[in-house]
């Protein structure tokens, strides 16, 4: 049995979490802000904790990939899963030099042939974002990166017309000329909004991949078995789709190094996070 707790009043919920003897574990997801709050105050009692936080997904390119197959990896991760508004979307594209002429314009006629609308109207694809405030943020970090010489492919504005007036809708976007300097490539965007970088060797788009406090999810795209072994080991994320973009299934652990989180949900790690080991020793 478990009970559903409901409120707008989320601090006072959450300290009575931290404050009650009866709550021996906490699972949070959310912000690393806010994990990082109820992980000071979880310690006052030494509670248990597993947290599900922020991610900055890297989703690499290599010049031996499918370049269709990665093409639409890369809209489905980034954009039709829930307009970007998911931790594990992917945050950033690296496209190899040698086939970025051939990759970003496939990469950028999907992205706008993608169909903003309200959830309920057939054909939907993208719909809104949850509030004004995302709003704020995402085109906040799209034109402070225009404004540092980053390059509008695709989108890059608010929807109003017809039927989205009454929402807030952000056209599907691609940036390019984008660097890590920019805030669009360290933060997590939560929004259907693309930065595209390129990168010449394998070690150096690890290093730039690796360059985070986050470690959740990251993808990418080789058909070489050596590199994608080579690379799935090198990158620092609790994740990694390997010439697959569907981001997670509940037969495996879910959760991320670093910033990322504690702990894991899904697969038996999810369960043994909720159990504690009893050792009994009987003298007959």
Not at 117 to 146: H, S
Not at 261 to 274: D, S, V
Request: hydrophobic share 45%; net charge negative.
């Amino acid at each position: 049995m478990f009970n559903v707790v409901t409120s707008k009043s989320a601090g006072v919920v959450g300290r009575t979490f931290l404050e009650h003897p009866a709550v021996r574990k906490i699972a949070f997801t959310g912000s690393t802000e806010v994990g990082k709050r109820l992980m000071a105050g979880a310690s006052e009692q030494l509670k248990r904790v597993s947290f599900e936080l922020g991610g900055n997904a890297p989703f690499i390119v290599f010049e031996d990939a499918d370049l269709a197959a990665a093409a639409d990896g890369a809209v489905g991760i980034k954009f039709l899963r829930v307009a970007g508004q998911s931790c594990i979307c992917a945050n950033r594209i690296y496209v190899q030099e040698t086939i970025a002429d051939r990759f970003v314009p496939m990469f950028v006629e999907r992205v706008k042939a993608l169909r903003v609308a309200p959830g309920f109207e057939a054909g939907a694809q993208i719909g809104p974002l949850i509030n004004t405030e995302i709003y704020e943020k995402v085109d906040g970090l799209v034109q402070e990166a225009v404004g540092d010489g980053a390059a509008i492919a695709a989108g890059g504005r608010r929807l109003t017309d017809g039927a989205l007036s009454g929402g807030v809708f952000y056209a599907p976007t691609v940036l390019t000329r984008v660097t890590e300097e920019m805030a669009v490539a360290r933060e997590e965007i939560f929004g259907p909004v693309a930065p595209v970088m390129t990168f010449r060797e394998e070690d150096e788009v690890i290093a730039r991949s690796n360059a985070t406090r986050f470690g959740l999810a990251a993808y990418f795209y080789t058909g070489d078995l050596r590199r994608a072994i080579r690379t799935a080991e090198a990158l620092e994320y609790g994740m990694v789709g390997v010439n697959d973009s569907t981001g997670y299934t509940h037969e495996i652990p879910f959760g991320g190094f670093k910033e990322s989180g504690l702990g894991r949900e899904g697969g038996h790690q999810g369960i043994e996070e909720y159990m504690e080991a009893k050792s009994i020793s009987i003298g007959l």
